[in-house]
Structure formats: C-alpha cells, structure tokens
C-alpha cells in the first residue's frame, strides 16, 4: 500500500468553492462511467447467466446500509436482489398488515430490468480523496477512492441510490453525480433525478 498525500472530501467540502465541487463531480461521474465500462465476468456456474447481482468476485456481497451484519446474494438476476431487498424490511420488527400491503406495493413498482454494472458502492464524501491546492477549479483533484469492499455488481442506479443515502441532501450538488454519469438512468421507482 501506498501512502497518498490528500483529505477526505468530507473534510474539505465547506472550504472549497463551488466551482471545485463542479470539478469534483465531473471526475467523479467520469468514474462511475469507467467502472460501468467494465465487463461482468463469466457468472460462476451456480449462477447460470449473465446479468447476476453480487460482490466483484460473483461471491456474496456486503452493504452496510441493507444489512450491516450480514453479507447477502450472489443473485441470479435484478428481481432476485429486489425480493430480497424487500424481504430485509422484516429486520425492522413491523410486519403489521398494513405494512406488508405497502411493501407488496412498493415491489411491484420496482424494476427488474435495470443494466448490471461494476459499481464502488460506497461513493460518498468520506471515500473520496482530494488534493487542494489552491481556489481555482483547477486546483482540486481526486486522488483516490477508498473503500472498495461494498463493490460488486449492481442495478446501475445504485451509485446514485447510495450517494443520496448517504448525504440524504440535494444541496451543494452532491447528487448530480449520477446525471452527470448518465442522464437516461431510472430510478428504482421509475424516477428521474436531477441536480437542483
């Protein structure tokens, strides 16, 4: 491992300018767009298809924010990952009528038909590092993403999805990260999402 000289973005996000954001998001969706260039690999047999849902090495995969304690999949395909991910909100202890009514619901206006793409999942302010060097637009570049052990293949709405997870804001344009990447993206629920 090699040590690189930067901070969180985290860290210097209230001090740099607007337009430093702006650049920053630029490299970050030209990112997110290589990782989706890269091919799935043949799926493990168990798997049987393309188009799986899993870790980066077609093994089960980790999320933090689905299930913190648990790994979960691999999947054989997006409606696979979407029964599930419906199926973790038992973990939340309320599994009243009215609450199963609305997560059958919710499934049904999901889509299953998503592109499967190599994703980080973890793109946030505190896994992107940046060198300052000054307050131009030019004066700020990403120098690293850090932790890499949520990525795998996923529905490719999911760095979006986790993005706003994370900062659960549209301010200071944070969530433009995804348009950016790819504008046609639909949301898990048929949505669009835009910058402010």
């Known amino acids: ?30 990112y997110v767009r290589q990782l ?14 393309s188009g799986w849902v899993g870790s980066a090495n077609g093994n089960k995969g980790y999320d933090m924010r689905i299930t ?27 599994t009243s009528e ?15 038909d998503h592109r499967i793409c190599f994703t980080h999942g973890d793109i946030n302010r505190r896994n992107v590092l940046v060198r300052v060097d000054g307050e131009g ?8 993403l850090l932790d890499w052990e949520q990525a795998g293949w996923r529905p490719e709405y999911w760095e979006k999805a986790k993005l706003f997870y994370v ?11 995804e348009k950016r990447s790819n504008p046609a993206t639909r949301m898990n629920y048929g949505e669009r999402m835009s910058c402010p």
């Open 98 to 112: 009215k609450v199963g009514l609305r997560l059958r619901q919710i499934r049904e206006e999901m889509l299953d």
């Open 1 to 30: 491992m090699d040590y690189i000289p930067g901070e969180t973005l985290a860290r210097a996000w209230k001090r740099i300018t607007p337009e430093q954001r702006r650049t920053v998001m630029r490299i970050l969706g030209g």
């Open 167 to 177: 900062t659960g804001s549209t301010r200071n344009g944070v969530p433009c990260l």
């Open 68 to 94: 913190p304690s648990k790994t979960w999949g691999p999947f054989r395909n997006e409606r696979e990952y979407n029964d599930w991910r419906i199926s973790t909100f038992s973990l939340f202890g309320d």
């Open 36 to 49: 989706r260039t890269i091919r799935q690999p043949p799926m493990p047999p168990r798997l049987g298809q």
């Open 137 to 144: 637009p030019e004066d700020i570049a990403v120098v690293g």
